[in-house]
């Protein structure tokens, strides 16, 4: 199976602050790799597809790069709605697999 | 509009079992790869299983292999999830989701709690 490794697991940031995730895939993914954002109680809510494809209608200030087993997502300017877990998830192969979270909070 | 809702969780003991479901409707269900994914409380996503479009393919991850099993029902636009031999650690939302990669399209969940 792939190991999806996020780091960190939480932060703290200000308003307008830049943010960045990173995740490390345990071997080789290509680009095949998603975001996702989730509030509590919610479904998580589907951002980025392929490492660095917006999903239509996701803010410009969230963005992803990276390929092969080291990718970044990165909220460019932090807002207070953008408060929420974040978590990414390869397809390259069965089992899907997803990171562990990170958890962004405002400082 | 995609939709996908969720129903059947509820509270199970050990041992028992259980089958949640998902109708969906807004798009040509018999056209996708549906797939099950659930989160325990307070921790993070796990991808279930996946079934496709006829139903001649299934994969499941491992903890729940021999115990679970994912159909569906094109003509209902019904995806289901059949939960047997249930545990503790299978306490979670299941939420169905739509696509082999998964992707944009996930219902509300259903909560499923297995507790004596």
């Known amino acids: 199976d792939i190991q999806m490794t996020q780091s960190p697991s939480s932060l703290s940031a200000s308003v307008g602050d830049r943010v960045t995730i990173t995740c490390q895939a345990s071997?080789?993914?290509?680009?095949?790799l998603n975001w996702y954002q989730q509030k509590p109680g919610k479904a998580p809510k589907f951002l980025i597809y392929?490492?660095?494809n917006l999903e239509t209608g996701v803010p410009s200030r969230f963005s992803g790069s990276g390929s092969g087993t080291d990718f970044t997502f990165t909220i460019s300017s932090l807002q207070p709605e953008d408060i929420a877990t974040y978590y990414c998830?390869?397809?390259?192969?069965?089992?899907?697999?997803f990171g562990g979270g990170t958890k962004v909070e405002i400082k | 509009e995609v939709q996908l809702v969720e129903s059947g969780g509820g509270l199970v003991q050990p041992g028992g079992s259980l089958r949640v479901s998902c109708v969906a409707s807004?798009?040509?269900?018999?056209?996708?790869?549906m797939s099950w994914v659930r989160q325990a409380p307070g921790k993070g996503l796990e991808w279930v299983a996946n079934?496709?479009?006829?139903?001649?393919?299934?994969y499941y991850v491992d903890s729940v292999k021999g115990r679970f099993t994912i159909s569906r029902d094109n003509a209902k636009n019904s995806l289901y999830l059949q939960m047997n031999s249930l545990r503790a650690e299978d306490t979670a939302v299941y939420y169905c989701?739509?696509?082999?990669?998964?992707?944009?399209?996930w219902g509300q969940g259903t909560l499923v709690t297995v507790s004596s």
């Open positions: 392929d490492a660095s």
């Open positions: 998830q390869q397809y390259d192969n069965l089992p899907l697999t």
């Open positions: 079934i496709k479009q006829d139903g001649s393919e299934k």
């Open positions: 989701a739509r696509g082999y990669r998964i992707g944009q399209h």
């Open positions: 807004g798009f040509t269900f018999s056209s996708y790869w």
């Open positions: 071997q080789d993914i290509s680009n095949y």
